[in-house]
């Protein structure tokens, strides 16, 4: 399996280049990792706008009235809100702390919609009080706190209900959001109790549903049988699809294109609840996942009864292997034609456990101290899930275009591990 064999998993644009290296958003991969150390994380800009507008013109092509929402949980840094929000996506925000990201990185308050399963009454004001444009109920209790924020504060607020349709996407369990046993959401019982509390509710303007029925989806047929469930709940003028596109992290995947999924979700929404709706969908791992690479240097080459790559970064940029056995491929920057020839090995990280293994039996061609290994589509739940795990300083953020690379996350330093001592 050569490099071009991995085109799909790959930053768009990206090449190998004269020199036999593999180029990301025009940059050699090894020239970046000389000039910003490893591990960090390599985005092509270009990707993450390619594939938003791919988004919007899907929907421009199928629907009048939408919005598509970048879930910003899947990459929350300042530089990607303000990309995304320069390409005139609308944003989920799942926290304060992602509100007050989404805010700096320039999003309208009235185009942002606040997520939670468990909202703090200080997030809940919060984002009264910067005039977001809607929240996202999930359970009685949320109600009756935001009812109440917003009454004392007089002001008449926008809200949609999260509901879990009872049908469970085909993902792993831990990302699987829609079945009726689910932290997430209302079941379609409480939701028409929801219903009902809201249409007598002074200070709460009930718009319409939501559902999010999993993450990294990679057949459409949940979705149709969930808005079924949804059109049970009565009319509304505005739906929520939610996100869950899955995405090619290895060779072997093939997820549905980004006009398939609009598509599936717009006939739904045609067929089963009517064509003068407001469509809101919310992608985050398809809108940036296969934009960035993580680049690694090797330490270490162990043989017993397995071959082990230790690497200088694991789970604590890349927690995804260990929480859920996500999948990766691997292989060198500076020989990516040797792709997945060579001796069997594994991938390990540095950190003080088995299970910090970032990709496990993966083919690569004679591994040395000193390599630059490569991990493509590392962009969602890559940065967002980092840690300081073993004071391991968290990488930084480096945006790759037309062959300039620029820093929007600086690496951590020892001194930033101590910043909150008090
Ligand atoms: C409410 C909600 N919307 C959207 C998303 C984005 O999902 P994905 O990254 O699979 O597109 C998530 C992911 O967890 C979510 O919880």
């Given amino acids: 399996m050569a490099a071009t064999q991995l085109s799909h998993v790959l930053p768009l644009g990206s090449r190998v280049n004269d020199l036999g290296h593999l180029e990301i958003g025009g940059c050699d991969a090894l020239e970046l990792a000389r000039e910003f150390g490893t591990p960090a994380y390599f985005v092509a800009e270009d990707d993450i706008r390619t594939r938003a507008r791919a988004y919007v013109e899907a929907m421009r092509a199928r629907h009048d009235d939408f919005d598509v929402l970048f879930a910003s949980k899947a990459f929350p840094c300042t530089a990607v809100y303000r990309l ?27 185009r942002i919609y606040l997520h939670g399963n468990a909202k703090s009454l200080a997030e809940l004001e919060q984002a009264i009080d910067a005039g977001i444009g809607h929240v996202v109920l999930d359970s009685f209790m949320d109600i009756d706190r935001l009812e109440r924020v917003a009454a004392d504060r007089g002001v008449s607020q926008r809200v949609l209900i999260r509901v879990t349709p009872g049908v469970a996407g085909r993902t792993h369990a831990k990302i699987s959001t829609g079945q009726a046993d689910s932290k997430f959401g209302f079941g379609l019982d409480d939701a028409k109790l929801a219903i009902e509390r809201l249409r ?27 808005v079924e469930a949804l059109a049970t709940l009565g009319d509304f003028p505005v739906y929520n699809f939610g996100g869950g596109l899955g995405v090619a992290y290895t060779a072997g995947q093939q997820p549905p294109a980004i006009e398939e999924w609009v598509d599936a979700n717009v006939s739904a929404l045609h067929e089963l609840l009517g064509r003068d709706k407001r469509l809101l969908i919310e992608p985050g791992r398809s809108l940036v996942a296969n934009s960035t690479v993580t680049l690694y240097t090797v330490e270490t080459v162990k043989r017993n009864v397995s071959t082990w790559v230790g690497v200088d970064g694991g789970m604590s940029d890349n927690l995804r292997p260990m929480l859920y056995g996500s999948v990766y491929e691997a292989f060198f920057a500076d ?28 083919p690569l061609a004679d591994p040395q101290p000193g390599d630059v290994l490569v991990t493509p589509a590392t962009g969602a739940y890559g940065h967002a899930m980092a840690s300081n795990y073993n004071g391991i300083p968290r990488p930084p953020v480096i945006f790759c275009k037309d062959g300039d690379a620029r820093v929007v996350v600086r690496r951590e330093t020892y001194d930033d591990l101590a910043a909150r001592d008090v």
Avoid: N, W
Wanted: proline residues 4%.
């Fill in 84 to 110: 995304l929000a320069e390409e005139g996506l609308v944003c989920d925000v799942a926290s304060g702390g992602e509100l007050a990201l989404a805010l700096r990185g320039g999003f309208d308050p009235k």
């Fill in 200 to 226: 007598g509710s002074g200070s709460l303007e009930l718009v319409g549903l939501h559902m999010h029925i999993g993450s990294q989806l990679l057949s459409l047929e949940a979705y149709r049988p969930a």
């Fill in 335 to 362: 020989r990516p034609q040797l792709a997945g020839t060579g001796e069997t090995a594994h991938v390990a990280g540095k950190h003080c456990e088995s299970g910090d293994v970032i990709v496990r039996d993966v």
